[in-house]
Antibody, heavy 123, light 107 residues
Framework: EVQLVESGGGLVQAGGSLRLSCAASGFTFGSYWMNWVRQAPGKGLEWVANIKQDGSEQFYVDSVKGRFTISRDNAKNSLYLQINSLRAEDTAVFYC????????????????WGQGALVTVSS | DIQMTQSPSTLSASVGDRVTITCRASQSISSWLAWYQQKPGKTPKFLIYKASSLESGVPSRFSGSGSGTEFTLTISSLQPDDFATYYCQQYSSYPLTFGGGTKVEIK
C-alpha cells in the first residue's frame, strides 16, 4: 500500500524557516517524480514544486522561487521541502504527492497524496 | 501561466441527480487535464487523467470529457459519498495549475 506521511509542520514567525519531510513507503520511491502541493485555509490547491527521480531537476511556482527548496533522499525514501523567509501568505497545509506513472518528465497528475502538514506563519 | 477556471463555484444537488462541472483553460492544454475530489479535512483523491480516463477504482458514474480549453466532469447519478469539492488540474506545462474548485452540496 502506498503511504506518504508528512512531518515538520508547525507555528513559525514571519521571516523564519522550516523543513518539511515526507516519508514514503509501499512503492519504489526512486522511480517517481515527487511533488509538494499546498492549500491555504479554506482555499484551493496550489502546486508548489516537484523533483525528478534522481534529484537532477526541480521546478517551482514563481511565488516560492528563491525561498523554497525541494530535495529528496532515495536511500531514506524521503522527500523534503526547505522553506525560508516565511510569509503570512505561506500559511497552509502542505501535501506531499506522487507523480503518476514513473515517467521521465514531471508534467503528470498526482495519484497518491499524504495527509498533509500544517504550516502556520505568525506575523 | 495557464489559468484554470471552474464553474459553478458551488452546486446544490440531490441524490440521484446528474451533475456536470465545467473547467476552462486560458490556452489549449490538449487533453492534459486531471480531476480530483476532496472532502472536508481530507486529502485530495485522484479521479480522472487525460481528460477522460478513469483512474483504477473510481466508480463508473464519474466521467470526464473535453479537449483544448473546455472540459467537463460528470457524475451520472449523485451518491451521498459524492458530496465534496472537485478540482481540475492542467499538467500540460509548468507551473502545474488547479482550478478554484467546485463544491457539490446537498440540496
Amino acid at each position: 500500500e502506498v503511504q506518504l506521511v508528512e512531518s515538520g509542520g508547525g507555528l513559525v514567525q514571519a521571516g523564519g524557516s522550516l523543513r518539511l519531510s515526507c516519508a514514503a513507503s509501499g512503492f519504489t520511491f526512486g522511480s517517481y517524480w515527487m511533488n509538494w502541493v499546498r492549500q491555504a485555509p479554506g482555499k484551493g490547491l496550489e502546486w508548489v514544486a516537484n523533483i525528478k527521480q534522481d534529484g537532477s531537476e526541480q521546478f517551482y511556482v514563481d511565488s516560492v522561487k528563491g525561498r523554497f527548496t525541494i530535495s529528496r533522499d532515495n536511500a531514506k525514501n524521503s522527500l523534503y521541502l526547505q522553506i525560508n523567509s516565511l510569509r503570512a501568505e505561506d500559511t497552509a497545509v502542505f501535501y506531499c504527492a506522487r507523480a503518476r506513472g514513473g515517467r521521465s518528465y514531471g508534467t503528470v497528475p498526482f495519484d497518491y497524496w499524504g495527509q498533509g502538514a500544517l504550516v502556520t506563519v505568525s506575523s | 501561466d495557464i489559468q484554470m477556471t471552474q464553474s459553478p463555484s458551488t452546486l446544490s444537488a440531490s441524490v440521484g441527480d446528474r451533475v456536470t462541472i465545467t473547467c476552462r483553460a486560458s490556452q489549449s492544454i490538449s487533453s492534459w487535464l486531471a480531476w480530483y475530489q476532496q472532502k472536508p479535512g481530507k486529502t485530495p483523491k485522484f479521479l480522472i487523467y487525460k481528460a477522460s480516463s478513469l483512474e483504477s477504482g473510481v466508480p463508473s458514474r464519474f466521467s470526464g470529457s473535453g479537449s483544448g480549453t473546455e472540459f467537463t466532469l460528470t457524475i451520472s447519478s449523485l451518491q451521498p459519498d459524492d458530496f465534496a469539492t472537485y478540482y481540475c488540474q492542467q499538467y500540460s506545462s509548468y507551473p502545474l495549475t488547479f482550478g478554484g474548485g467546485t463544491k457539490v452540496e446537498i440540496k
